[in-house]
Antibody, heavy 115, light 106 residues
Framework: EVQLVESGGGLVQPGGSLRLSCVAS????????MNWVRQAPGKGLEWVSV???????RYADSVKGRFTISRDNSRNTLYLQMNSLRTEDTAVYYC?????????WGQGALVTVSS | DIEMTQSPSSLSAAVGDRGTITCRAS??????LNWYQQKPGKAPKLLIN???NLQSGVPSRFSGSGSGTDFTLTISSLQPEDFATYYC?????????FGQGTKLEI
């Protein structure tokens, strides 16, 4: 069974940092495109970042230069390092598998950026 | 970026009604269009990919159609568990953008 379990969310002050983790089971993340998608409270879905099976990465303009996506193949775990956080980064962050469509989603990790 | 616009933003309907949600892309995207269902407090669930391909386990009352810039999600006979928010997403070019969502309410 495919499962994605996020952790690492919490409350952080503006300008602070946080790292999200996503442990995958039932498949190998290095053979798949893995994404982070976020949803601000009461708002729609926004793609944040992707790491391709070849290890290359891409970012939404809104997070470029501040967020870094990575993976640990030995742990089958995806990460999102978030630096210089802003209030507008407050959202539930989902770990998502998929290339042209997103077929498996984690339960989400809430990140709140507030003073 | 490709902009995706859904209509309506909210839809009130009754059990047994036919529900129709439309999604328009700001440029032609062939059939690179996916539909997701999201219930409160839950992650989105993929319903349809490539405009009309129903995911395994999704009831056959759901169907998708369209190509180019205009797409439709149809629920033939609404069931209580179908009341949720629906999102379209284009996967024609990165960043893969979503529509703003359509809330289907009783």
């Amino acid at each position: 069974e495919v499962q994605l379990v996020e952790s690492g969310g919490g409350l952080v002050q503006p300008g602070g940092s946080l790292r999200l983790s996503c442990v995958a089971s039932g498949f190998t993340i290095s053979n798949n495109y893995m994404n982070w998608v976020r949803q601000a409270p009461g708002k729609g879905l926004e793609w944040v970042s992707v790491i391709y099976n070849d290890g290359s990465t891409r970012y939404a303009d809104s997070v470029k230069g501040r967020f870094t996506i990575s993976r640990d193949n030995s742990r089958n775990t995806l990460y999102l390092q978030m630096n210089s956080l802003r209030t507008e980064d407050t959202a539930v962050y989902y770990c998502v598998r998929g290339s042209s469509w997103y077929d498996y989603w984690g339960q989400g990790a809430l990140v709140t950026v507030s003073s | 970026d490709i902009e995706m616009t859904q209509s309506p933003s909210s839809l009130s309907a009754a059990v047994g009604d036919r529900g129709t949600i439309t999604c328009r892309a700001s440029q032609r995207i062939s059939t690179y269009l996916n539909w997701y269902q999201q219930k409160p407090g839950k992650a989105p669930k993929l319903l349809i990919n490539a405009a009309s391909n129903l995911q395994s386990g999704v009831p056959s009352r759901f169907s998708g159609s369209g190509s180019g810039t205009d797409f439709t999600l149809t629920i033939s006979s609404l069931q209580p568990e179908d009341f949720a928010t629906y999102y379209c997403q284009q996967s024609y070019s990165t960043p893969y953008t979503f529509g703003q969502g359509t809330k289907l309410e009783i």
